[in-house]
């Protein structure tokens, strides 16, 4: 009997470290869970945990929000606010993010609106555009927090791409639907300003910024001993964390796929998000190697431009187009593979900083203890 919690502590230890190592697998799993089994998914969604009352305003935290409450209060807990501050003080990574993370987008999806005026349908082309607008509408997804901070990225960058995004958004987002209208005509043109109306600066403060904010405060107060306790046990809860999320959201549209399907408008649906997400994700890329980031800043903008909140998009999109899956679909597949392809540069990175040591902002110098102690121990993931 005493030997039970040493035993459970192993047993979850080796639990986690198999989801580290398979991370891809198991959020390829959730996809299929949520898409044959969406029940749970659904009841989740469902779960009111409390309300409460701040800045004037009443609340109800769902389960959901919860969790991303958690992601962006353990994205915060990394970083000191001295380096967040520093952070401020080179501004250039921050500045590039938040622009090109709005005009990357914008000009692959008038790309699209020009080029499918060949598609047979015109309604279908025009759900395809109205689905691509929300998405590209959304800030950055707070959830490349959590990808940033278990993939040795820049977390301060990444904290700050998501606030600043967060906070323009009341301003952008109403901008990019405007433009949308003028863009798409006048077939439904009324549909932007519905949606436009149920954007609420209130909850991006609530739920995005002062979790965030929280967290920072918490390692400031929790020191560096605590810290180095705290953070092995925030960082494979994160992993399980992002994957019930991610179920939980695609158990919403995934299986319209199933019950519903057209094959020549899925198709041309998947073939358009994917190519938006795959651009967006090495923009980032591009960028960093063009101005001569670092490592971890280039992971920080590859995640950044390729994340969007797509749950938020979810949240609009269900309120006012909720009886048209065709408009939900986009989103929830753009949500599958912005998850598939940050989990893919995950894996890459997860192999080479177990390889060559974690990375860091100056030339790639691995000291021959270093790489020599890497290797001892690469049979062996750490915690992300």
């Not at 279908?124 to 490349?144: K, N, Q």
């Not at 301003?171 to 043109?189: D, H, N, R, W």
């Not at 918490?218 to 810290?227: H, K, P, T």
Request: proline letters at 6%.
């Amino acid at each position: 009997m005493h030997n039970l919690p040493r035993l459970l502590l192993k047993g979850f230890h080796r639990l986690f470290d198999l989801i580290h190592k398979k991370f891809f697998i198991f959020l390829i799993l959730s996809y299929l869970l949520a898409a044959l089994f969406p029940e749970t998914g659904l009841k989740l969604r469902d779960i009111t945990l409390f309300h409460w009352n701040l800045l004037g305003v009443r609340e109800e935290i769902t389960f959901p929000i919860f969790q991303l409450f958690i992601l962006l209060f353990n994205g915060g807990f990394g970083v000191k606010i001295r380096e967040f501050i520093t952070q401020l003080s080179k501004p250039l990574p921050l500045i590039l993010g938040v622009f090109f993370n709005l005009i990357v987008p914008c000009l692959f999806v008038s790309l699209y609106w020009f080029i499918s005026s060949l598609w047979h349908n015109p309604k279908e082309r025009y759900d395809l555009f109205v689905g691509l607008i929300l998405i590209i509408a959304m800030p950055i997804a707070g959830s490349t927090i959590g990808w940033s901070q278990n993939s040795n990225a820049n977390i301060p960058l990444s904290l700050g791409l998501v606030f600043f995004s967060t906070l323009l958004s009341p301003l952008l987002t109403p901008m990019i639907f405007q433009a949308a209208k003028v863009l798409g005509g006048t077939y439904k043109p009324e549909l932007f300003g519905h949606i436009s109306h149920q954007i609420n600066s209130q909850f991006l403060i609530l739920d995005i910024v002062i979790p965030s904010f929280l967290g920072m405060f918490a390692r400031l107060i929790s020191g560096n001993v605590l810290y180095e306790k705290v953070i092995r046990i925030i960082k494979p809860l994160n992993e399980i964390n992002l994957l019930v999320l991610i179920y939980s959201n695609a158990a919403t549209a995934l299986p319209f796929i199933i019950h519903k399907p057209d094959t020549d408008f899925f198709l041309l649906i998947g073939i358009v998000v994917f190519l938006l997400c795959l651009i967006r994700f090495h923009a980032g890329q591009w960028i960093g190697a063009l101005f001569h980031f670092g490592e971890p800043t280039k992971r920080s903008l590859i995640y950044a431009l390729g994340m969007n909140n797509n749950g938020m998009g979810l949240v609009l999109s269900n309120a006012v187009v909720g009886n048209q899956p065709s408009i939900i679909l986009p989103i929830i597949l753009y949500n599958l593979f912005q998850q598939i392809l940050a989990a893919a540069f995950y894996s890459s990175w997860t192999k080479k900083d177990n390889l060559l040591g974690a990375s860091t902002e100056g030339p790639a110098i691995i000291k021959g203890k270093q790489l020599t102690q890497k290797f001892k121990n690469c049979s062996s993931v750490n915690p992300p």
